[in-house]
């Protein structure tokens, strides 16, 4: 069944999505981007006080694809004990050598996520080179925020083939990109493993501000609805 990840950026919006009985909380600062990360004091905190009652995943910003860079920033946030280490893989630089570096930590039993960008037309064959690297998963994003939702930057075979080339790989798979209410019904008949959602948890979908309580369990409730009819 499809879960629902739900990115926060402080203990007070952790505490409401585990409230509302979100599958994952992501750890995140959208106002640093697609993939902006929060202080490692505060994820330390929130990962304090969520006591292991929810699984934790956190990014570690909008690097450039550098391996010593991106390395350091990955075995800092993994060690403040989150489940999961989300990278995203933005276009340039060096992908392969990133990844050799990142395979010692994934040989440690660090579970790293690796994001890759719908509007950027990923190739998926690097799906093969993540999972025999130890990546534990992956998720679809999009990069410019601006541009609509996932569905509405990437055609529907192509994200079925992306869900389906994951899953053959045995690696988790995660949707997300300024999804909408109205995308839920559309992507969980792909059966990724989650659908991640920011935007629509937030007043008027704005993705820099607080999170709204009535917005979160609505998202939440359509998700229920929306597994039980399919």
Same mark, same amino acid.
């Given at each position: 069944?499809?879960?629902? /990840? $739900?990115?926060? +950026?402080?203990?007070?919006? =952790?505490? @409401?999505?585990?409230?509302?009985?979100? &599958? #994952?909380?992501? !750890?995140?600062?959208?106002?640093?981007?697609?993939?902006?990360?929060?202080?490692?004091?505060?994820?330390?905190?929130?990962?304090?006080?969520?006591?292991?009652?929810?699984?934790?995943?956190?990014?570690?910003?909008?690097?450039?694809?550098?391996?010593?860079?991106?390395?350091?920033?990955?075995?800092?946030?993994?060690?403040?004990?989150?489940?999961?280490?989300?990278?995203?893989?933005?276009?340039?630089?060096?992908?392969?050598?990133?990844?050799?570096?990142?395979?010692? /930590? $994934?040989?440690? +039993?660090?579970?790293?996520? =690796?994001? @890759?960008?719908?509007?950027?037309?990923? &190739? #998926?064959?690097? !799906?093969?080179?993540?999972?025999?690297?130890?990546?534990?998963?992956?998720?679809?994003?999009?990069?410019?925020?601006?541009?609509?939702?996932?569905?509405?930057?990437?055609?529907?075979?192509?994200?079925?083939?992306?869900?389906?080339?994951?899953?053959?790989?045995?690696?988790?798979?995660?949707?997300?990109?300024?999804?909408?209410?109205?995308?839920?019904?559309?992507?969980?008949?792909?059966?990724?493993?989650?659908?991640?959602?920011?935007?629509?948890?937030?007043?008027?979908?704005?993705?820099?501000?607080?999170?709204?309580?009535?917005?979160?369990?609505?998202?939440?409730?359509?998700?229920?609805?929306?597994?039980?009819?399919?």
């Amino acid at each position: 069944m499809t879960g629902m /990840l $739900a990115s926060v +950026n402080s203990v007070s919006e =952790a505490l @409401l999505v585990l409230s509302a009985g979100i &599958d #994952i909380i992501d !750890l995140k600062q959208p106002e640093l981007g697609a993939l902006g990360a929060l202080d490692i004091a505060v994820v330390k905190q929130i990962v304090t006080e969520i006591a292991g009652r929810c699984p934790v995943s956190a990014t570690v910003g909008d690097l450039p694809m550098q391996a010593e860079l991106v390395f350091n920033a990955v075995k800092a946030m993994a060690e403040t004990g989150v489940d999961y280490v989300k990278i995203g893989f933005f276009p340039g630089d060096d992908w392969l050598g990133t990844l050799d570096k990142l395979s010692s /930590l $994934a040989e440690h +039993n660090y579970a790293l996520i =690796a994001v @890759l960008f719908a509007d950027t037309k990923p &190739d #998926i064959s690097f !799906l093969s080179a993540l999972a025999a690297a130890g990546f534990k998963g992956v998720m679809l994003d999009t990069m410019n925020k601006r541009t609509g939702s996932l569905t509405q930057v990437m055609i529907k075979s192509d994200i079925l083939a992306f869900v389906k080339q994951a899953k053959a790989r045995g690696l988790l798979c995660g949707l997300a990109g300024s999804l909408r209410e109205a995308d839920i019904s559309e992507l969980l008949v792909y059966q990724a493993d989650y659908l991640g959602f920011r935007g629509a948890l937030c007043l008027e979908h704005d993705r820099v501000g607080p999170l709204n309580k009535q917005a979160v369990f609505k998202i939440k409730q359509a998700m229920k609805l929306s597994v039980i009819s399919s």
